[in-house]
């Protein structure tokens, strides 16, 4: 008869250790493979929504804007005039007039100079209506020159009695055109004022309908 191998307390604990830590292992490797799983399940649902919303801002923004541009050399004067009749707009939400008397000063003397000018851009919001995009306060410059009262005193005083007339100053003391306003000034340097190109580029934006971005 075969006999039974006998077994010791020590090696008993010893196989109770082993199976003990045998199944931890297996439990933690469990844990480890439904963590995947689930990281896994995130990782392909936040994919999805990602391309959900990409579809989506693909169906609500253009992929290019259409515009087109070209320049136009408007005289000082038919600017003033596009202005007056209010064909010439200066959107309420740009900043008002900063520039100093000095700074439009000089602008006025570059034109009676001949002097080059940087363009100004105007979008053409329809045949008849252009929005300054860039040169405001060149613009108003001019315009408060012709009309004979700074910009700034429009807003300050609303009898023209207390404006103080538009005067170049800022220039040299021998310069032909220090301290003169516009009604001082020589005929042919009015003239010459007044026909003394600014160049415009004007801007049409023809896709998106919606203009919002050319502002």
């Not at 039974?4 to 493979?33: F, G, W």
């Not at 080059?116 to 408060?144: A, C, N, T």
């Not at 003239?191 to 580029?201: F, G």
Request: proline share 5%.
């Amino acid at each position: 008869m075969a006999k039974l191998p006998i077994v010791l307390p020590e090696a008993m604990e010893t196989l109770t250790d082993k199976n003990m830590v045998s199944e931890s292992l297996e439990e933690t490797h469990a844990h480890q493979v439904e963590s995947e799983i689930a990281d896994q399940k995130s990782t392909q649902t936040n994919y999805i929504e990602s391309i959900d919303s990409e579809e989506k801002d693909r169906e609500t923004t253009p992929s290019e804007y259409k515009i087109m541009s070209y320049p136009a050399d408007f005289t000082l004067e038919v600017l003033h005039e596009k202005f007056k009749k209010e064909e010439i707009i200066m959107p309420a939400f740009q900043r008002h007039f900063v520039w100093k008397r000095s700074q439009a000063s000089k602008l006025i003397e570059s034109f009676l100079l001949g002097l080059p000018v940087p363009p100004i851009f105007l979008y053409s919001k329809s045949d008849e209506e252009l929005v300054v995009i860039d040169g405001q306060q060149r613009l108003k410059s001019v315009f408060s020159f012709f009309d004979g009262y700074f910009e700034s005193e429009y807003n300050q005083f609303s009898d023209s009695k207390k404006r103080s007339p538009f005067k170049l100053v800022g220039l040299n003391e021998k310069s032909r055109f220090y301290n003169k306003s516009f009604n001082m000034l020589e005929d042919e340097s009015c003239r010459k004022l007044k026909n003394s190109t600014l160049r415009s580029i004007i801007v049409n934006q023809m896709d998106p309908e919606d203009d919002t971005s050319m502002y």
